[in-house]
């Protein structure tokens, strides 16, 4: 399924034909529910279907405009949340049938605050099981299928269906959630921008739990501005989640555009280049040879932070110890029943002792801190966002060996932010010989989303008449054929 043939409108072209009448929320919405029935069961992008909520939130909307109460761009905008977010009347699976009566009796926060934007939720999609795994695998509820592609190509995880879904065209934006890269390689692998905020900026509250330590929420888009406007929608304090409580939100919409020059870019050269697909390594060092172009200060930079943090004795199994205390119930009394790829990383969550939990986290905080002084001189740091492209989903699960070196892969680099605290943001840069997306991650120091987003929307300007930009067919978003 590889339609892309017409550039695709972003929020704000969006927000201009509600505004003048050449298209309605109402209209969209009929327009994406149409398309959502016809492509998803190839797709497998969505496992539910919020139709009645999203055909009221589309005629509320459209309703307002007309009033002229307009709580802003984000009025009307469809778009799709990940099955971790509680919305109620709907069960929250977190990619297992055996949380199939899981029904939420209220919206979480995240879902409200799209909702008060006056957003409209068009459903619920896939995810890995737990949101446990970077490949977007699920052997229970069914894998998506990355549309760049007529073959089952992998979808990255384990936001895997929001991918898909924004990547078809089936949504513009998406809810996601980043643990070690959950937003970002789904994002890298499917074209789009995905962002990982810092723990604290977005409430938890309300989302199916992985990790406590490393959870965090963020949007999925085609342009960065887009993602930007979800972040800053979601963004702020919240009671239900005492990590955002004493953080000043950030301003609701982007600035204006500020460009890329005096921005001090370095090219993060331990570990990220490592083992990467030379078509991935040539679009990410062409995309920071496209900032020096632009006017920043490009340099190489060794960061041996992130070479510790691999070193750090029993580091993968810090999520998992974490997620036991949430789903460890399941796995003791239905482990025949969950996901075989996902059950043994599970399971090595009970090799973790406490004290060694305690000294984990210590060495995270004594990391973080040298990491400070590392990046004192750096305003952003660029890195290819997966060191390989999509694999087809029969290589891939080929064996459980296979999937394991594909999963540590897929999620190298995207896990050193989580565990470095830092946020980021994938960025298409590319497009390989073969058609696949390549995604650049642009990294920044904790609560500087803005930054990160600032040169991220740097690059794609400077970038907007790349063929590899993201195309959809016509006709979806109301353009002219």
């Known amino acids: 399924m590889k339609e892309h043939h017409a550039s695709r409108p972003g929020i704000r072209e969006l927000a201009r034909k509600f505004r003048s009448g050449e298209l309605t929320p109402e209209q969209l919405t009929r327009n994406l529910l149409e398309r959502i029935e016809r492509l998803n069961p190839e797709l497998h992008a969505l496992n539910i279907v919020t139709a009645e909520r999203a055909l009221e939130e589309a005629a509320r909307a459209t309703a307002d405009l007309r009033a002229g109460r307009d709580p802003g761009p984000l009025c009307g905008i469809p778009y799709v949340a990940?099955?971790?977010?509680?919305?109620?009347?709907q069960p929250t699976t977190a990619g297992t049938s055996l949380l199939a009566d899981n029904v939420a009796a209220e919206d979480c926060p995240a879902i409200r605050r799209l909702a008060t934007a006056g957003m409209v939720l068009l459903g619920k999609t896939h995810t890995v099981q737990f949101a446990f795994g970077g490949v977007g695998v699920n052997h229970d509820q069914g894998t998506p299928k990355n549309p760049w592609k007529t073959r089952h190509y992998i979808p990255g995880g384990s936001s895997s269906g929001a991918g898909v879904a924004v990547a078809a065209g089936l949504a513009p934006v998406a809810l996601g959630t980043d643990t070690g890269g959950s937003v970002r390689i789904p994002a890298a692998l499917n074209g789009l921008v995905g962002l990982k905020t810092t723990v604290g900026r977005i409430s938890r509250a309300g989302v199916y739990p992985l990790s406590w330590s490393l959870d965090s929420v963020g949007p999925l888009a085609t342009l960065?501005?887009?993602a930007w406007l979800l972040y800053g929608a979601l963004a702020g304090p919240?009671?239900?989640?005492?990590?955002?409580?004493g953080i000043a939100p950030p301003d609701r919409e982007p600035p204006p555009e500020e460009g890329a020059q005096g921005l001090r870019v370095g090219i993060c050269e331990t570990v990220m280049f490592d083992d990467a697909d030379e078509e991935v390594e040539q679009a990410v060092r062409r995309a920071a040879e496209k900032f020096s172009e632009l006017g920043a200060r490009v340099f190489s930079l060794q960061v041996p932070q992130v070479e510790e943090i691999f070193s750090l004795k029993k580091r993968d199994r810090l999520v998992a110890a974490e997620a036991l205390a949430f789903c460890g119930r399941l796995l003791d009394e239905h482990s025949d029943r969950l996901d075989p790829v996902v059950t043994p990383r599970?399971?090595?969550?009970?090799?973790l002792s406490a004290s060694e939990y305690v000294q984990l986290l210590a060495g995270w905080r004594r990391i973080r801190a040298s990491l400070a002084h590392t990046l004192a001189g750096v305003d952003v740091l660029l890195s290819p966002t997966t060191p390989i492209m999509a694999r087809?989903?029969?290589m891939v699960d080929a064996s459980p060996e296979s999937y394991a070196?594909?999963?540590?892969?897929?999620?190298?680099?995207?896990?050193?932010?989580?565990?470095?605290?830092?946020?980021a943001v994938s960025v298409p840069c590319g497009l390989t010989s073969d058609g696949l997306p390549i995604g650049l991650m642009i990294h920044a120091a904790p609560f500087?989303?803005?930054?990160a987003l600032k040169?991220?929307?740097a690059y794609e300007t400077a970038c907007r008449d790349e063929a590899w930009q993201p195309l959809l067919p016509p006709g979806i978003y109301g353009q002219d054929g």
């Open 392 to 394: 087809p989903l029969e």
């Open 405 to 423: 070196h594909h999963n540590r892969l897929y999620l190298r680099n995207t896990s050193v932010a989580n565990n470095l605290g830092l946020c």
């Open 455 to 457: 040169a991220a929307r």
């Open 224 to 226: 960065v501005e887009d």
């Open 448 to 451: 500087a989303e803005a930054l």
């Open 238 to 245: 919240e009671p239900g989640d005492e990590t955002t409580w």
């Open 82 to 89: 990940k099955d971790l977010f509680d919305v109620q009347g």
């Open 346 to 351: 599970l399971e090595a969550g009970r090799e």
